[in-house]
């Protein structure tokens, strides 16, 4: 264990502003003219009738056609077919590194000129070669707009009277309006079995928050692209959790009965406008003492929100037992472990954490703000796997200084918020692409060797992150709330040091080992001496868009899902790719180019790496993925989880996935599991749990995708035969040479085509035909003669057309419309 002053502390920085080492590019040289570019079109959609498209955008040779589609539609600014719309990445990225260093050498960051240079060059540098992205609201508002909104996390708070939810529902409208996403604990307001003051009883949080969800629906529909993402909290010991715990569970079994009835389900259906609670994730929160019941088996009393006093008795096995049945059926709610939050607080002395952000990463005072950014670990890899820790620790310098910047001249949704964010100046660093890490260098995901190398990589990020907070506060001063919070805050600290300790001396390569150790003494150290910048500085965030900026083979902490993907092709369309992660690994492993050529082969044919020529057993695990033939155990989940988290200031965004056979005791374990091992927060996800198919998890819908559609098609055609012909054995019956037909022309998603259904001499269907759908010899084409020829033997063995139809609606793939 370290000493609390460690000798390998260097020099105290100067107080004139901070120095900025150039590691990646030269005076005098603009780190555009030293990557190659080259123009291309964006296309989303069919080209012919493209979702999207802008032709001739300038890209770096190196970046990929999906990086290109998503950038130009997502990020550049400006209105399509005017002259401010942007049209090259050097604008996009000179916009923001342009900007945010503008900023800092008005904010007297650099202790020289030479030195807010050599950082708006090396900003340039490691956003132009996707080393690092911050979160969607920089790229959208950042040199676009004199007082731009960055953060993407916001927390609220609300109190137990009508004024306060009223106000709570207007800052969640305001939030939502500008693309992001907000977190509220609901556990003040007064439960359904406490009296008002004036007769009667109160309406209890949950009929609020029926109001709230169907706000944020409404804001959804009034013009963003993007679901309004909200998290409702509800404490464990509040008089109605078991209603809190059950009310999605119950809005999924009437959607499933709607499906079933036939009505329409899909985003925009009818069907779906009333099924209620779908725009929030809700989660409980649970302490040690509620936790520490259930393992002994104890009961648990509820208390009143206004004198309490307890209200209810329950049996502590029983209310996690309903909390998981609930997760089993629907995968609501999610559960955070308060007593764990409260004692990794920062900042304690000016509140208790209460909630987070959707996604659950970020945890601090109620109505503050986070911005976000993520490291490309894949580009901190050698050639011979070995960790970059020069490079890294320069980038986590560079990227952070960044992120502070950013804080004051940004606006926020209410000055509330943002009186919180410039006296705490919460930042949120984080990182993806670690399960692509792992897989290159031939360490399984579920492994002590890949958990070990996960945990260094975050303790040095965090530990190097709070290094440079505590040099930026030797040259600007600390935040503001830090003097009320010097002593938890600093213990916390230390805390975070000791765990680097803890880490394995065996699994984890000296180099990696030894600079997260030193980061740790030396943020410490210089901690105590000038204090910190920032209340927090590490969440690890799910990355959606922004990994794709990146090209990203996986996102967050996340294993890889599929070994194959979809590659976007210039001028559109769509080409199946098998993981460019696989031969990394297998190379690591040792096979030769011809094995690694068959390997290859054999996934893109069969989707599966299991059964591959020449691939040895106990090279398995290395590929193991999300969902699939070969599943990473929802255990493994957790302990990666459980091996980053003593490094992360707040928590982690992750979804335990788990088969559509767990059990409700395997999601209870899960919980319990989870707590022992010392997460923040937890969501699960069961296969198959969401009844209705336009309420699926990003998961599922990643899932679904993630299958050749003929094989989606082919496995509908399956059901429908088998159900149809159970009791009875199959006896097709043919058309006869000569008959009736109707022909019908249609259009989806640009896609152009006729259908034709020939009939028997009674009228019912008994083939169909698809003519000019794609081109010949096409996938598309091949696929849909496919799919009218395994339709045409189904109606002809008796499987009724409704059951097929039945079957087959609602589902959703590219194309579509």
Known sequence: MPSSRSASVKSTPSTEGVTVARRFTQAGKHPFDAVEWEIRDAIIGNPEKPAFEQRGVEFPKAWSQNATNIVAQKYFRGRMGSDERETSVRQMVGRVSGTIAGWGREGGYFATPEDGDAFEAELTHILLNQVAAFNSPVWFNVGFEESPQCSACFLLSVEDTMESILAWNTKEGLIFRGGSGSGVNLSNIRSSKEELSKGGYASGPVSFMRGADSWAGTIKSGGKTRRAAKMVVLDVDHPDILDFVWCKAREEEKAGALRDAGFDMSIDGAGFASIQYQNANNTVRLSDEFMERVERDEDWQTTSRTTGEPIDTYRAQDVLGQISQAAWQCADPGVQYDTTIQEWHTCPNSGRISTSNPCSEYLHVDDSACNLASLNL??????????????????????ILAQEILVSPSSYPTEQIGRNARDFR???????????????????????????????????????????????????????????????????????????????????????????????????????DHGYRNAQSVVIAPTGTISFLMDCDTTGIEPDFSLVKFKELVGGGQMTIVNRTVPQALETLGYPAEAVSQIVAWIDEQGTIVGAPGLHDEHLPVFDVAVGQRDISHMGHVMMMAAAQPFVS??????????????????????????????????????????AQALRTEAQAEKQAALPAEDVV????????????????????????????????????????????????DGTIGEIFLTDVGKEGSTLRGMMNAFATSVSIALQYGVPLETLVRKFSYMRFDPEG
């Not at 820790?389 to 320069?394: A, G, L, S």
């Not at 040091?497 to 210089?526: M, P």
């Not at 059990?663 to 009844?691: C, F, H, M, N």
């Not at 199959?730 to 000569?738: C, I, L």
């Open 378 to 399: 894949m580009k901190f890899r050698r050639a011979d796997g070995t960790f970059d820790v020069e490079d890294f620790e320069h980038v986590v310098d560079v990227v």
């Open 426 to 528: 919460q930042l949120g660093m984080g990182y993806a692409n670690l399960g692509a890490l792992l897989m290159s260098n031939g360490l399984p995901y579920d492994s002590d060797e890949g958990r070990s190398m996960a945990g260094a990589i975050t303790a040095l990020m965090t530990g190097r992150a709070y290094r440079k907070s505590a040099e930026v506060a030797a040259a600007m001063g600390p935040y503001a709330k830090y003097e009320l919070n010097r002593e938890p805050h600093n213990h916390v600290m230390r805390k975070h040091r000791d765990a680097s300790w803890e880490l394995s001396e065996e699994l984890v390569e000296d180099r990696l080992l030894a600079a997260a150790r030193r980061s740790w003494d030396e943020a410490v150290e210089l901690g105590e």
């Open 650 to 691: 707040g928590a982690i965004s992750k979804t335990i996935n788990m088969p559509r056979s767990a059990t409700v005791e395997d999601i209870q374990d899960v919980y319990v599991q989870g707590w022992k091992l010392g997460l923040k927060a937890l969501a699960i996800y069961r296969d198959g749990s969401k009844t």
């Open 714 to 761: 082919q496995a509908r055609i399956d059901a429908a035969v088998k159900e149809a012909l159970a009791s009875a054995p199959p006896r097709r019956h043919r058309m006869p040479r000569e008959r009736q037909s109707i022909t019908h022309k249609f259009s989806i998603a640009g896609h152009e085509g006729y259908i034709t259904a020939g009939a028997y001499e």
